[in-house]
């Protein structure tokens, strides 16, 4: 590449750099942690909805869940962005680069935000940040949006109150919607839409099925 800006730039004529070839290896499955569907539903089981606090958190995570969302989109989404079109809860994702990205809510999210808006009176507060923080023992709600790292604090936390083991962090909920999407017939090209992967290579990457077959295959040795 350095060769190739030289010869652009006029400082060599020929880039002799240009017979050389990289490794072909490639990368076919991502390394971010993945929970099952039944820890998932431990997990969002496990949270204590009874406070602002929990509502929240039971959202966010519900959110990343069934919309394969970036942590990234969902910390910048206001209450606006959460809406009705054609007598369903529809989410406004704000991605990478200015990009928004529309999602239909799956049933349970549906629920999960319509309660968590109409007990904490966010429902009224259009402009509001949609998941704020909430600092003190007590729990209550600021004007303040979370910040990355606090999400990740909190889904440890979560995660580790559930007696879950696994290394799970923001990016697991994108994966394990994902993957349990496809192990339920969904369709990587729809998935791609869905992630809004600009190629259904990087969705693949999130696509941990073959896990389960890995597993039941070590089991066949028998010592």
Known sequence: MLFDWLVVGQQLAVNPAAAVRGPRYSVKKGKTPVLSAEEARLLLDSIDTGTP???????????????FARVGAVIKMRVEDVYIQGRRTWVRLHE??????????HHNLEASLERYLDVTGL????????????????????ERALQQHEVYRMIRRRVLAAGIGT???????????????????????????????????TTGLYDRRNDLVNLDEVERIII
């Open 53 to 67: 606090m929990g509502l929240r958190d039971h959202a966010l995570i519900s959110l990343m869940v069934y919309t």
């Open 96 to 105: 990478k680069g200015g990009k928004r990205h529309e999602m239909p809510c």
């Open 123 to 142: 429902r009224g507060q259009p402009k509001a940040v949609l998941f704020p923080t909430a600092p003190g023992k007590r729990g209550e709600l600021t």
């Open 167 to 201: 290394a799970a962090g923001c990016h697991t909920f994108r994966a394990t919607g994902i993957t349990e999407y496809l192990r339920n017939g969904g369709k990587l090209e729809v998935a791609q839409q869905m992630a809004n992967h600009e190629s259904a290579r």
